[in-house]
């Protein structure tokens, strides 16, 4: 720490589109899923949509990256140390720094850029060592989830290792404006840090992507089909949605299609059995993003209904699945809370209701399932927001911008 701040790199970006090296270096066994994975893949479209080269680094292959178009180099982890899940992460991240050290050294990038994962410090040692500048995608505090949703052992030394990146990172890009107020209070310079929103690839998705045929197959053609997708975890307010559900008057006909994993998804479940509305709704479990866009295509009405965060501390999120939602042309109903009401405007391109508030949840679906030519006019403007706003090319554009536009 005392090294980074007191003998910081010197750089200043080089003219043209620069050669990018992503590194990665969570330990798991094979490639993450959900919306790292999204965002992973989704940036380095971006990257190439915008003419730069990038190539990987990485301790797996990462699912749906075209290895011809970017390279992968994959540092497997090592078992050596694996009694103890933070010890394991600590020992892999020392085994990925050395190996992506000589990788790096043999083939210089203009910069690196590096997801912020726990106990990672694989980033600023290389940065360090051979005066490559190191661009820091900082999603949310790791010291934060290891308090209140992980129960992660070593916090102090967690809290150390945030603060070595924040410190040795020359930009830092994060998804939202509440998530720069949070560093700026953490004394990170404000000049360093960018907001760059999450995004989404409207090819990927967009309407008529099989949504009649998932339809006919979950035998729902003749339902208003209302969808979510995303973690059933603490802040995606699915205990507020399961209690919608039960809620929702049985004439408005609607059926609720759930995709994706989670701690709660067997709450979820409880309270629909309990409630006797099991028949109301399709747990899907987790599918491979490729089906994802076909899934979404099924449905009338698509619902992000977000919670508080349970600390009391502002909503930092950015979801992925929000962006997702609006390419797709459907209409959105989302908890007013944090960047979810910057991007949705009620009325417009959505509808906004309070946090938890299941009554307001209700009202809101039931209204809208019976209004077939709202929900069209909702979901056209939605993509159209979206499409000027909020694509993974326009992600990416920012990084570089950002890096480009740096003075030393």
Partial sequence: MVLVKWQPISWKPKAGLPQI?????????????????????????????????????????ISGINKEETPITVIEPSSFFNAHRMIFELWNNLTFTFYALEKIRSNPPDFIYQRYSRFTF????????????????????E?????????????WLLERFERLNLQAAQLIFVVSEVEK??????????????????????????????????????????????GFVGTFGPWHGVLAL?????????????????IGEGNLKSKV?????THNATDRVTFTGRLSH?????????CDILVSPHVPMEDGSDFFGSPT????????????????????????????????????NVAMLVEVLTKLSAKPSDCKLLGAQAREDVIANYTWKRNAGRVLEAYLAHKQ
Wanted: hydrophobic share 40%; aromatic share 8%.
């Fill in 21 to 61: 090296t992503f590194i990665r270096t969570t330990p798991t066994s094979g490639s993450q899923t959900g919306g790292a994975n999204s965002h992973i893949n989704g940036f380095t479209k971006g990257v190439l949509e915008n003419k730069a080269k990038l190539n990987f680094i990485s301790n797996d292959g």
């Fill in 242 to 258: 399961a209690e919608a559900i039960t809620k929702i008057p049985k004439e408005a006909n609607c059926h609720f299609l759930l």
């Fill in 290 to 298: 490729r089906l994802v866009p076909s899934y979404l295509d099924a």
């Fill in 321 to 356: 699945k929000l962006f997702e939602y609006m390419a797709m042309a459907k209409p959105i109903v989302a908890s007013r809370l944090g960047q979810i009401a910057d991007v949705i405007e009620d009325g417009k391109n959505g509808y906004l209701i309070e946090p938890a």
């Fill in 181 to 226: 107020k949070n560093l700026i209070n953490a004394f990170v310079t404000s000049e360093k840090i960018f907001v760059n929103f999450n995004g989404v690839d409207p090819e990927m998705f967009r309407p008529n992507q099989g949504g009649e045929q998932v339809r006919e197959q979950l035998a729902i053609s003749d339902k208003t089909v209302i």
């Fill in 143 to 155: 010291v934060w989830v290891g308090r209140h949703w992980d129960d992660a052992s070593l916090l």
């Fill in 122 to 141: 694989a980033g600023v040692i290389i940065s360090w060592l051979t005066g490559i500048p190191l661009l820091l995608e900082f999603n949310g505090s």
């Fill in 269 to 273: 479940e409880e309270v629909v059995k």
